[in-house]
C-alpha cells in the first residue's frame, strides 16, 4: 500500500472519528442558564443521589471521588474527566448523558440514571469554572 493511500486512510478515519464526537455532542442535553452554578448548592446533591455508590470517599471506583468539592477537584487533576470552563469536552458529561452505554455513568443497576435538568446543571457548573 502507498504512502499516500495510508495517509488517506488515517486522515478519513480522523474525520471519522471527529464527525462522530461532534455529533454525540449535539445529543447532550444544553447547559442551564443559571449563573453562580456552586458544588454545595448545586452539584453535591446530585452525586450523593446517582454517583457517591461507587464514586465515595471509600475505595472510589476509577480513583474518582465525588463527596466533596475538594476531593472532585483532586480526582479531576488525576483523571481528567472534566475540563472547567468546556462542559461538552467533559469526558463525564459525555458519560453522564449515556451517550455511550459501554461509558455510561452510573452503570445499570448502580444508581438513578440523571436527568436532562442535572446534567444541565452539571454542564454550567463546569462551564463556569467548577466552583
Not at 51 to 70: D, I, N, Q
Request: aromatic share 4%.
Amino acid at each position: 500500500m502507498s504512502m499516500k493511500l495510508k495517509t488517506l486512510g488515517v486522515v478519513i478515519a480522523a474525520g471519522t472519528v471527529a464527525a462522530t464526537l461532534y455529533a454525540n455532542n449535539a445529543d447532550l442535553p444544553p447547559a442551564a442558564t443559571k449563573q453562580g452554578v456552586t458544588y454545595e448548592r448545586d452539584i453535591k446533591a446530585i452525586f450523593e443521589r446517582s454517583c457517591l455508590k461507587c464514586h465515595g470517599p471509600e475505595k472510589p471506583k476509577g480513583k474518582v471521588s465525588l463527596h466533596t468539592l475538594e476531593a472532585t477537584l483532586a480526582s479531576n487533576v488525576k483523571n481528567k474527566v472534566f475540563k472547567p470552563g468546556s462542559s461538552a469536552e467533559s469526558s463525564v458529561v459525555k458519560a453522564i448523558a449515556r451517550l455511550n452505554e459501554d461509558d455510561a455513568m452510573p452503570p445499570e443497576g448502580k444508581g438513578k440514571p440523571l436527568t436532562g435538568e442535572e446534567i444541565g446543571l452539571i454542564r454550567a457548573w463546569i462551564d463556569q469554572g467548577t466552583k
